[in-house]
């Protein structure tokens, strides 16, 4: 279940805001084809056991996300230890809903406020940090990607909006949304889905899948 920090007055998983840090986020990507590191997921429940609980939580975000239809904005999560949570803040974990909970190794996706739409996603991430009680951080994001065999098509003199307007004509696009989760130690994980193959048995999982956007997560943790 993903909780929204908004309803909750304690904001120990809220970013704070501070100087910017520099990150290379990508607007083009190319479409992954099969291959090492990926596998195809079919639902939440039947979620391999051997899945690490990053994987398991990438998945969660991804099928709640997906209940909420298409052409919506980026969101970003909190990322907290489900059972340092009930240790350190039984009440507050109670108030969550996580008192019951049996798992010990689970991550608790926290839904934070809505992304401001007037600045650049990667200039956003570049103001935040996480305090102390936040283990990771997952952001997900729709994009149009191209296929690798469209790359060396892309005209040089291009700004960015004509590239986006290039990339959102061009005959071979796909539409994609993007769930990537990093942890403080590095550790990443992401989830893919095409617009045209909506459905769980499609979701794509691997930590390489969209590295420019992990990189920009990481660095929302750096000191």
Same mark, same amino acid.
């Given at each position: 279940?993903?909780? #929204?920090?908004?309803?909750f007055?304690?904001?120990?998983?809220?970013?704070?805001?501070?100087?910017?840090?520099?990150?290379?986020?990508?607007?083009?990507?190319?479409?992954?084809?099969?291959?090492?590191? #990926?596998?195809?997921?079919?639902t939440?429940?039947?979620? /391999?056991?051997a899945?690490?609980?990053?994987?398991r939580?990438?998945?969660?975000?991804? +099928?709640?996300?997906?209940?909420?239809?298409?052409?919506?904005?980026?969101?970003?999560?909190?990322?907290?230890?489900?059972?340092?949570?009930?240790? +350190?803040q039984?009440?507050?974990?109670d #108030?969550?809903?996580?008192?019951? %909970?049996?798992?010990?190794t %689970?991550?608790? /996706?926290?839904?934070q406020?809505?992304?401001?739409?007037?600045? /650049?996603?990667?200039?956003?991430?570049?103001?935040?940090?996480?305090?102390?009680?936040?283990?990771?951080?997952?952001?997900?994001?729709?994009r149009?990607?191209?296929?690798?065999s469209?790359?060396?098509?892309?005209?040089?003199?291009?700004?960015?909006?004509?590239?986006?307007?290039?990339? %959102? +004509?061009?005959?071979?696009?796909?539409?994609v949304?993007?769930?990537?989760?990093?942890?403080?130690? !590095?550790?990443?994980?992401?989830?893919?889905?095409?617009?045209?193959?909506?459905?769980?048995? +499609?979701?794509?999982?691997?930590?390489?899948?969209? /590295? !420019?956007?992990?990189?920009?997560?990481?660095?929302?943790?750096?000191?």
């Amino acid at each position: 279940m993903i909780r #929204r920090a908004r309803v909750f007055t304690d904001r120990a998983w809220a970013p704070a805001i501070v100087s910017p840090h520099l990150c290379n986020l990508l607007t083009l990507y190319s479409v992954p084809d099969s291959g090492q590191e #990926r596998e195809r997921i079919v639902t939440m429940s039947n979620t /391999p056991m051997a899945a690490t609980p990053l994987t398991r939580a990438v998945l969660e975000i991804d +099928e709640y996300v997906s209940g909420l239809g298409w052409d919506q904005p980026a969101r970003l999560f909190a990322l907290v230890d489900t059972a340092r949570l009930r240790t +350190e803040q039984p009440s507050l974990a109670d #108030r969550l809903g996580l008192g019951d %909970a049996q798992e010990t190794t %689970a991550l608790t /996706p926290i839904e934070q406020d809505e992304i401001p739409t007037g600045k /650049p996603l990667d200039e956003f991430l570049g103001t935040i940090a996480w305090p102390d009680a936040v283990t990771g951080c997952a952001l997900t994001v729709e994009r149009l990607m191209l296929p690798p065999s469209a790359e060396a098509q892309v005209p040089k003199d291009l700004d960015e909006a004509g590239l986006t307007k290039w990339v %959102a +004509e061009h005959p071979e696009r796909q539409e994609v949304r993007m769930t990537v989760a990093v942890l403080r130690d !590095g550790t990443r994980e992401s989830a893919l889905r095409l617009r045209e193959k909506d459905s769980a048995t +499609e979701v794509l999982t691997g930590s390489e899948l969209v /590295p !420019g956007l992990a990189e920009a997560l990481t660095a929302t943790f750096e000191e």
